[in-house]
């Protein structure tokens, strides 16, 4: 992961400051480090001002990242040496889900959507998977579940793509288990061997199945 460090920019009352390019949001005024989040995304970035203590007690791999042996946590230990700004850049994550998940953490609610919609709860599930903190939005996951479980209805394939993945991060078995079957039984083979679903769309092109190798038991189910 790559880190640089940058001026510190002044936070206005509303724990916001805007620049041309980057808005920064204050989620701890007396924060010690700061992320630079969605450079890779096409969109401006953001930059969130956190507590690296607040992340290391409810996140085993923002511990690690922060006060174990990666570069994160040394450059941490040069800037409270030399006075600059610890940044730590999140080029892949996508901001709005990262604010939320950090809104939490650090207890400030503002930042949680009251109605999200499916995508943006999948994507907060990536980040939820991605930094091991399920526990963190334990007390999200019912309301977060029955978002899935009415996106499972959806006649879009990636709404219910998304649902599947949702319910797996906040393990609802009974709606996994539906949605495994709805899509295992839209889903062929072609005369390459590769998954089609929804009218013959790649399987591959789902990156919210990866991490869980459905595609794999898909197709040894669909062989036999």
């Known amino acids: 992961m790559s880190t640089h460090s940058a001026t510190a920019n002044p936070i206005d009352d509303n724990n916001t400051h805007h620049t041309p390019e980057i808005t920064r949001i204050s989620i701890d005024h007396d924060g010690d480090l700061v992320f630079r989040v969605g450079e890779e995304l096409g969109e401006p970035a953001m930059e969130f001002l956190v507590c690296s203590s607040t992340l290391r007690r409810v996140s085993p791999v923002f511990k690690r990242m922060l006060f174990g042996a990666y570069g994160e946590a040394q450059r941490g230990e040069r800037a409270k040496q030399t006075g600059e700004e610890w940044v730590v850049v999140l080029p892949e994550d996508d901001p709005t889900a990262l604010l939320v998940l950090l809104g939490i953490a650090h207890s400030i609610f503002e930042h949680v959507p009251a109605a999200p919609d499916v995508n943006v709860v999948y994507q907060i599930m990536l ?68 998954l089609l679903i929804g009218g013959g769309r790649q399987f591959g092109g789902f990156s919210c199945f990866g991490p869980f190798r459905i595609e794999g038991k898909v197709k040894f189910n669909l062989r036999f």
């Open 127 to 194: 980040l939820v998977n991605k930094y091991d903190m399920a526990g963190v939005v334990r007390p999200w996951a019912t309301a977060w579940r029955a978002i899935a479980e009415t996106a499972s209805s959806s006649k879009k394939l990636d709404d219910r793509a998304k649902a599947l993945y949702i319910a797996l991060i906040l393990g609802a078995a009974a709606l996994c288990l539906k949605l495994a079957t709805d899509l295992a039984l839209d889903a062929v083979l072609d005369g390459q061997g590769r």
